[in-house]
């Protein structure tokens, strides 16, 4: 069988996006990036065909290069890097481009999932779902007014956390340990925001004549305060399942500890311990049957101190660690070229481990580099650097502070791909 086709679709420079062309590659994927020409996606040397992304144009409801990538390259599957990309393959699947291409709709399907069922990235309806499949969550509630944060701090306690829907990287999370600081997150999440405020009348016909006047921006957020949530604070530490599904079945995936984050006190994992973890496949396996989800996907928990996990989130596209579960014998992009190419049409869930390492510590590149220039403990890990991706590894380097030795990075990648077991 000839190697299936995957376009990449980047718009932010994440670190764990551009390691996906490697991993791809190696399944026998052909793989081709759809992205303004300096993403880090587009140097990697596993990347066969580059094609640009007109994001301006996009905002103006432009799809020209977005659907003329797709015509020339003609994908087996379409993969988000990133929120905006996967925002904007959701508004594919409803625009009339998908009517008026046949071949897009089950394209869009097999890449995403059903279109328009998935309620991902509204934080609080995606924790009733959770709760419905018998999933363990925290408490929470919509929080469209102050008041409804306060109730809910007066039944829950402090602290707790507002979050609004639609948002990563921490972005709109806020830890607030009182009810003065719930009043100043909710404001700050709600300004420009309120249906019927001068900012956000004016953002609505902003919005309504661009659409007559350009089309729709297939990136817009919704306005309105409904879009933030309450969550009870859960005492723990983070936890996550990084995993591949095709049509609303789990093919494969496993799970990720946090060592060590940057910047504090809740900012992106530098280091992280893999291993495999039975409660997290079967609460992936049941939410992506219930979401009809395709593709890659993440999952975050607390683990509490008896070691009972908490769901807090589902992230409908790849994660950071989705590059690394051959270490710990869960390989996504294998999992999903076999997948693809009927291999594992009778198999029920993810797949079974092989033998190799039970679990494996990584340190991150370059994020842990960042946390931690000149870190004396880094042999105690794995360290996840690009050593075969030299294009790719110049332009990481380039987010490194000025005090790391580009060239024991250099010395050091040579050994990047020994997994350090626990």
């Excluded at 829950?156 to 607030?176: A, I, S």
């Excluded at 000149?374 to 380039?398: G, K, M, S, Y």
Aim: hydrophobic letters at 45%.
């Amino acid at each position: 069988m000839s190697r299936l086709r995957v376009l990449l679709i980047g718009f932010e420079d994440w670190y764990s996006t551009a390691r996906l062309p490697e991993m791809l590659h190696k399944s026998d994927f052909d793989i081709a990036v759809l992205s303004e020409p300096a993403n880090f996606a587009a140097q990697s040397r596993h990347v066969a065909h580059r094609f640009g992304l007109d994001v301006p144009g996009l905002r103006r409801g432009r799809l020209e290069s977005v659907l003329s990538a797709i015509d020339a390259f003609a994908p087996d599957l379409l993969v988000p890097g990133d929120e905006r990309a996967l925002r904007l393959l959701h508004f594919l699947a409803l625009s009339p481009a998908a009517a008026s291409r046949p071949a897009l709709r089950p394209l869009l399907a097999r890449s995403v999932g059903r279109e328009g069922l998935q309620p991902i990235g509204e934080r609080s309806r995606v924790l009733d779902l959770a709760g419905r499949l018998g999933i363990a969550c925290p408490e929470h509630a919509p929080a469209p007014r102050l008041g409804d944060v306060l109730a809910f701090g007066d039944r829950h306690g402090w602290p707790l956390y507002l979050k609004r829907d639609h948002t990563y990287g921490g972005q709109g999370v806020r830890l607030c340990a009182d009810a003065a600081a719930a009043r100043a997150a909710h404001a700050e999440f709600s300004v420009g925001d309120r249906l019927w405020s001068a900012r956000g009348v004016w953002r609505r016909g902003r919005r309504f004549v661009e659409s007559r006047i350009c089309g729709a921006d297939p990136l817009a957020l919704p306005i309105g305060t409904r879009n933030i949530s309450v969550e009870a604070a859960v005492p723990g530490r983070p936890a996550f399942y990084a995993a591949v599904a095709l049509e609303g079945r789990l093919l494969a995936g496993f799970a990720a500890e946090v060592e060590a984050f940057h910047p504090p006190p809740a900012g992106p994992s530098t280091r992280v311990r893999l291993s495999a973890d039975a409660a997290m496949d079967r609460a992936a396996a049941a939410l992506v049957e219930a979401l009809g989800h395709s593709g890659f996907f993440g999952l975050d928990f607390i683990r509490r101190a008896d070691g009972k996990l908490d769901f807090l989130e589902f992230n409908g596209r790849p994660t950071t660690v989705c590059h690394l579960g051959g270490l710990v014998s869960a390989d996504l992009g294998a999992a999903l070229s076999a997948a693809m190419k009927g291999q594992f049409a009778s198999f029920p869930g993810p797949l079974p481990a092989s033998g190799k390492a039970a679990a494996a510590r990584v340190a991150l590149f370059p994020q842990d580099w960042i946390r931690e220039p000149h870190a004396d403990d880094r042999n105690e890990f794995a360290l996840d650097i690009p050593r075969d991706d030299p294009a790719l590894l110049t332009a990481l380097n380039r987010r490194l502070p000025a005090s790391v030795d580009r060239a024991e990075i250099e010395s050091l990648s040579r050994r990047a791909g020994t997994a350090k077991e626990s």
